[in-house]
């Protein structure tokens, strides 16, 4: 199984236990079709409180569950699951879910990197990476001595914004940022989602 197989088994799992979850609530929880998941960024609609409402369900990134990434644009360089129409988005934990309003992560994600708009992040991605998604900037770079907002590297992505390199020959525009599960505990409202 490659690293792209592996990583859509994750997700598929976490959708499952989700699914699982919801059935045994008796939310009557339907799957997205393939063109909700890609345009609309959302997984599963469940119906509670007598309406319906969409969830995006995200799997443990890295193997962590203390750790997750937002994503503001995906790969394509549309608008990534952030700006999506789901109205909660849920992260997979040890033996449970927490879910949280997408916009309340919209906002908090806005704070946290200090910026304001889409429109603001569209610009100093396009001044640094390429049309292929190749990081432009380096330590002598005075063009990018501006540029506190992007990282080249994932590891150092925390509260940073970072996009992927190209991959398998494939350009890749996404932009996201790693966050810490706790922080978004601490600073937004959240529910808890168990059998």
């Not at 995006?56 to 750790?67: C, E, G, L, S, T």
């Not at 432009?136 to 992927?164: I, M, P, T």
Request: proline share 2%.
């Amino acid at each position: 199984m490659n690293r792209s197989e592996a990583s859509q088994k994750l997700g598929d799992d976490s959708e499952n236990n989700f699914f699982i979850i919801s059935q045994y609530k008796e939310y009557q929880p339907t799957r997205a079709n393939r063109s909700q998941n890609k345009y609309e960024h959302w997984d599963i609609k469940i119906y509670v409180k007598d309406k319906w409402v969409r969830v995006d369900v995200k799997a443990p990134k890295d193997k962590r569950f203390d750790i997750t990434y937002l994503e503001i644009i995906g790969i394509t360089g549309k608008n990534g699951w952030l700006l999506g129409k789901a109205d909660y988005i849920a992260f997979q934990q040890e033996g449970h879910f927490i879910y949280f309003k997408r916009r309340d992560l919209l906002n908090w994600f806005f704070k946290k990197i200090g910026l304001n708009s889409i429109n603001e992040i569209r610009e100093i991605y396009n001044k640094t990476f390429d049309e292929e998604g190749k990081f432009l900037c380096n330590d002598l770079d005075l063009s990018c001595a501006d540029n506190d907002y992007f990282v080249e590297n994932k590891v150092n992505a925390l509260y940073k914004l970072y996009s992927r390199s190209p991959w398998d020959g494939k350009a890749r525009h996404d932009v996201i940022t790693m966050v810490k599960i706790e922080d978004m505990k601490n600073d937004l409202n959240y529910w808890e989602y168990k059998l």
